[in-house]
């Protein structure tokens, strides 16, 4: 099973600029109104998505993936932990999934010693309306979002395919894309986003699956 391990070979930050056409689920954040209930901009969500059959035909080929889970707000980590999410969980989930569906994972190690094959990178990334926030306080002192897993987040997911590319008119200049991608956003619980991954996973693992079985 692969852990959450760092990526040597290819930084964070560059594989956090990958461009791709469709509007990032990231770049779409509801509106919370003064009374704390969210609000959502009229939004097509196949606009957090590019996943035709040209994206698909770029998974042709693709004999397994390394997944990376993009870190949670630090400022939520203690309250998203208290609720049974961490980052290392999530990504043992989504391994687990992947493999159910009978794609091949790659371990960190596996990743940084094999030839490049490619990335699944999956960021949730969980909000707190100002308005909805209530504090307490440890023994030290320290102020901490009071909540836990009844509590509803505002959130998006983005779920992402990167592979290296080169440009046409110059092989030789090559780089890290985002090939295929799908994504979520909404205002539920803990266990009601984890269940959202699950099903933009599904949908990743099935737009694979269509592709490999050709």
């Not at 461009?19 to 901009?41: C, D, E, N, Q, Y």
């Not at 687990?96 to 490619?118: C, H, M």
């Not at 979520?184 to 099935?206: C, K, P, W, Y």
């Amino acid at each position: 099973m692969a852990g959450h391990h760092a990526i040597s070979a290819v930084s964070a930050s560059a594989l956090a600029k990958s461009a791709h056409p469709r509007a990032s689920a990231r770049g779409i954040l509801a509106k919370v109104s003064k009374t704390g209930v969210a609000v959502f901009m009229k939004l097509d969500v196949s606009a957090l998505a590019i996943d035709d059959v040209q994206t698909r035909a770029t998974l042709s080929g693709l004999e397994a993936l390394y997944v990376q889970v993009e870190h949670f707000d630090p400022d939520l980590k203690k309250e998203l932990k208290k609720g049974g999410l961490t980052e290392s969980l999530l990504q043992t989930r989504i391994e687990r999934r992947l493999e159910v569906a009978g794609i091949k994972v790659l371990s960190g190690e596996e990743f940084q010693s094999s030839d490049f094959t490619g990335i699944l990178y999956v960021n949730v990334r969980i909000l707190m309306p100002e308005i909805l926030k209530k504090y307490t306080y440890t023994v030290e002192g320290e102020r901490v979002p009071k909540g836990g897993p009844t509590e509803r987040y505002l959130y998006t997911i983005d779920v992402e395919v990167r592979q290296p590319v080169s440009l046409l008119r110059n092989p030789v200049v090559k780089g890290l894309a985002t090939t295929w991608s799908t994504g979520s956003l909404g205002f539920r619980r803990l266990s009601g986003i984890q269940m959202d991954v699950a099903d933009q996973v599904d949908t990743f693992a099935n737009a694979y699956l269509s592709v490999k079985s050709k």
